[in-house]
């Protein structure tokens, strides 16, 4: 027996949970209305950003995020686009694998951090600064636009247990 305020093994280990069985709903055949607009905005967040950066910005929100539908998908993509197994490793250290990514990632990588974590408080004034200095205003603004978008996607990943490797 449980009380309200013991949580179960299930509500400790949610991700052991469903997984064998599939997602907990097919939320895009449910709202394909929705789905079609977050296709529209993804192909708009991305426009006249670096392929590359684009996904090691979408693999590093969905670390944060724990989203294993968006990692396995957005991997697999840098991989295609020639990204480097050891920058791919590296990651989630990115600030401590310094050589490894540049200052223009850095960045991005920071910006997406704090956009991601925004129960932790504000962005930084230091990170956007940071992110100010190494994009164009309108290459900043679709980056912002690409960190918004993955974490939408990071929410609908995790909220109905999308499977790696399932449509």
Not at 53 to 72: K, P
Not at 118 to 127: I, R, Y
Request: negative net charge.
């Amino acid at each position: 027996m449980t009380n309200e305020t013991t949580p179960t093994a299930a509500q400790q280990a949610p991700h052991a949970a469903g997984h064998r069985h599939g997602p907990r709903m097919r939320w895009a055949k449910l709202a394909p209305e929705v789905y079609k607009a977050m296709i529209g905005l993804d192909a708009a967040a991305k426009k006249g950003l670096d392929p590359t950066l684009v996904e090691l910005v979408n693999i590093r929100a969905s670390q944060l995020n724990q989203c294993a539908f968006c990692l396995h998908m957005h991997t697999g993509d840098a991989r295609k686009a020639g990204e480097s197994e050891e920058r791919l490793a590296l990651l989630a250290a990115w600030e401590e694998a310094t050589g490894f990514f540049t200052d223009r990632e850095r960045a991005a990588l920071a910006l997406t951090e704090a956009i991601t974590r925004l129960t932790d408080g504000f962005v930084p004034d230091a990170v956007y600064a940071q992110a100010a200095a190494a994009f164009e205003e309108a290459e900043l603004a679709q980056l912002i636009a690409l960190i918004t978008t993955i974490n939408a996607w990071n929410r609908f990943g995790v909220t109905t247990r999308l499977v790696p490797g399932q449509v």
